[in-house]
C-alpha cells in the first residue's frame, strides 16, 4: 500500500485528485461509522464523492441537501461531502444506484450498505457499468480473505465529528461510540477502515452472446415468427448452455494435457539428473592437503536447479512432484547392488549424502507454499 492510499478504479491505491467514487449505505450515519475516514480522506485528495442512501433520515423531505435534516448536512460537511442521494421509492434499486453511476462518471462505487437487497442491486448496477465494486468489511467478517486496509489515521477527528452529528443514534466520549438504540454498531474508533475487493462476473462468450441476440424478439417483428425461435429452454438448441452433450470446455482439456506432458517430461529429466548424479557424485578434486567433493557438490547443485527451477516456473505440485519421482527413484535404484556386485552408490559419507540430500531438497520444494503473485506497478499507487 503506497502512503497516500485512496480508492481507484484497479485498487484502492490511487491518486485521488481524478476519482470520482459513489458510497453506497443504508442511511444517513452509516456512511460516518463505515466509511467515514475513507470519505474524509478521498476529499482530503481532492476526489469526488458522492454519498447515496436506501433511505431518508428523520426530518428528510428531500433528496438531496435542500431538503435533508440538520443532522446530515453536518455529518457529510465534517467529511467534506456536499453531494449525496436518496434512492427514489418504488423504482428498480439496481436502475437506480446505476443511474447515480452515469450520472457521476464514477470510478469506483463503494457499498457499506449491509441490506441484502440494496448491496446486490449496488453490485448488479457496477458490473452493468462496469465499475469496480469494493464492499466495506471489518476484519472480523472477512476472516481468510484479502482485504484492502485504508489508513485513516489522519482524519479521525472528521469521522468523529460526522459520528457527533447523529446524537440520536450514538454519542461520543474520545474515541469510543456508544449506541443510543439497540442494533447500532458502536465501540473504539481506529486509524484504519478495510474493505474488500469485490470480482467482477465472467465475460459472457461471444458465440453465446450472438445467439442470445438472434434468438431475442425485435421491437416490431412478427410475434408468430418471433414464437418460432428456439427457446432458450428447448435441448434441440446447440447454443442452450444446459444441453447435456455440450462438451466440456477445450481449455480444462488443455490444461490437463499440458500438465500431463509437463510431468513427463519432467518425469524423464529427474531420471537423466538422477543417473548423471550418481556417476558423477564420487568425483573429486584434490588441492594439496585438500580433497573436495566436486563430484557431489556440482550433482546436488544440479539436482536443486532443476526442482526449485521447476516449482518457480511452472508452480505446480504435480510437475515437481513427477521429477522427484524419477530423481530419487533413480539414484535409489542405482545404489543396489548389481548381479555382478558392483556398486554405483558406495558406502560413504558422500554416497549418504547423496541418496539424502536430493531427497530433503525435493521435500522442502513440494511443501514450500504458494506465494501470491505480486501486482505490477500499474495497480499500484503513486
Given at each position: 500500500m503506497s502512503a497516500n492510499p485512496t480508492l481507484g478504479s484497479s485498487s484502492m491505491v490511487m491518486s485521488g485528485s481524478a476519482e470520482r467514487i459513489v458510497f453506497v449505505?443504508?442511511?444517513p450515519g452509516d456512511e460516518a461509522w463505515f466509511t467515514g475516514g475513507t470519505i474524509a480522506r478521498l476529499r482530503g485528495d481532492?476526489?469526488?464523492?458522492?454519498?447515496?442512501?436506501?433511505?431518508?433520515?428523520?426530518?428528510?423531505?428531500?433528496?438531496?441537501?435542500?431538503g435533508a435534516s440538520s443532522d446530515v448536512r453536518a455529518a457529510l460537511s465534517a467529511l467534506g461531502v456536499s453531494g449525496w442521494r436518496v434512492l427514489p421509492p418504488s423504482t428498480d434499486p439496481a436502475a437506480a444506484v446505476r443511474a447515480?453511476?452515469?450520472?457521476?462518471?464514477?470510478?469506483?462505487?463503494?457499498?457499506?450498505?449491509?441490506?441484502?437487497?440494496?448491496?446486490?442491486?449496488?453490485?448488479?448496477a457496477a458490473h452493468a457499468s462496469r465499475v469496480p465494486v469494493f464492499v466495506?468489511?471489518?476484519?472480523?467478517?472477512?476472516?481468510?480473505?484479502?482485504?484492502?486496509a485504508i489508513d485513516v489515521s489522519d482524519h479521525i477527528e472528521q469521522k468523529l465529528?460526522?459520528?457527533?452529528?447523529?446524537?440520536?443514534?450514538?454519542?461520543?466520549?474520545?474515541?469510543?461510540?456508544?449506541?443510543?438504540?439497540?442494533?447500532?454498531?458502536?465501540?473504539?474508533?481506529?486509524?484504519?477502515?478495510?474493505?474488500?475487493?469485490?470480482?467482477?462476473?465472467?465475460?459472457?462468450?461471444?458465440?453465446?452472446?450472438?445467439?442470445?441476440?438472434?434468438?431475442?424478439?425485435?421491437?416490431?417483428?412478427?410475434?408468430?415468427?418471433?414464437?418460432?425461435?428456439?427457446?432458450?429452454?428447448?435441448?434441440?438448441?446447440?447454443?442452450d448452455p444446459t444441453d447435456p452433450a455440450d462438451p466440456a470446455p477445450a481449455g480444462a482439456f488443455a490444461t490437463g494435457a499440458l500438465r500431463a506432458v509437463a510431468s513427463l517430461f519432467a518425469l524423464a529429466a529427474g531420471?537423466?539428473?538422477?543417473?548423471?548424479?550418481?556417476?558423477?557424485?564420487?568425483?573429486?578434486l584434490v588441492l594439496g592437503p585438500v580433497t573436495l567433493p566436486v563430484g557431489l557438490i556440482l550433482a546436488t547443485l544440479a539436482a536443486s536447479a532443476l526442482l526449485v527451477g521447476l516449482r518457480l516456473v511452472l508452480d505446480d505440485?504435480?510437475?515437481?512432484?513427477?521429477?522427484?519421482?524419477?530423481?530419487?527413484?533413480?539414484?535409489?535404484?542405482?545404489?543396489?547392488?548389481?548381479?555382478?556386485?558392483?556398486?554405483?552408490?558406495?558406502?560413504?559419507?558422500a554416497g549418504t549424502l547423496w541418496t539424502v540430500l536430493p531427497t530433503?531438497?525435493?521435500?522442502?520444494?513440494?511443501?514450500?507454499?504458494?506465494?501470491?503473485?505480486?501486482?505490477?506497478?500499474s495497480g499500484q499507487g503513486a
Open positions: 449505505h443504508d442511511r481532492d476526489a469526488g464523492v458522492v454519498v447515496l442512501f436506501g433511505a431518508r433520515a428523520p426530518g428528510d423531505t428531500g433528496d438531496s441537501t435542500s447515480v453511476l452515469d450520472e457521476v462518471r464514477a470510478t469506483a462505487i463503494v457499498i457499506g450498505a449491509r441490506s441484502e437487497l440494496l448491496q446486490a442491486a449496488a453490485v448488479d466495506s468489511r471489518g476484519v472480523t467478517e472477512a476472516i481468510g480473505q484479502r482485504i484492502v465529528a460526522a459520528l457527533s452529528a447523529y446524537p440520536d443514534r450514538w454519542t461520543v466520549d474520545g474515541r469510543v461510540v456508544t449506541a443510543v438504540r439497540p442494533g447500532d454498531p458502536a465501540g473504539s474508533v481506529t486509524g484504519t477502515e478495510t474493505y474488500l475487493r469485490a470480482t467482477p462476473p465472467p465475460a459472457a462468450p461471444a458465440g453465446r452472446a450472438a445467439a442470445s441476440a438472434v434468438q431475442a424478439p425485435q421491437p416490431g417483428a412478427d410475434p408468430e415468427g418471433a414464437a418460432k425461435q428456439p427457446s432458450p429452454a428447448d435441448p434441440t438448441d446447440p447454443a531420471v537423466v539428473f538422477g543417473v548423471l548424479g550418481t556417476v558423477a557424485h564420487q568425483a573429486t505440485r504435480v510437475v515437481v512432484l513427477a521429477c522427484t519421482i524419477g530423481l530419487v527413484g533413480s539414484i535409489f535404484l542405482l545404489s543396489l547392488k548389481s548381479t555382478g556386485g558392483s556398486v554405483l552408490v558406495p558406502a560413504g559419507l530433503l531438497v525435493a521435500s522442502l520444494v513440494l511443501a514450500w507454499p504458494r506465494l501470491p503473485q505480486r501486482r505490477g506497478r
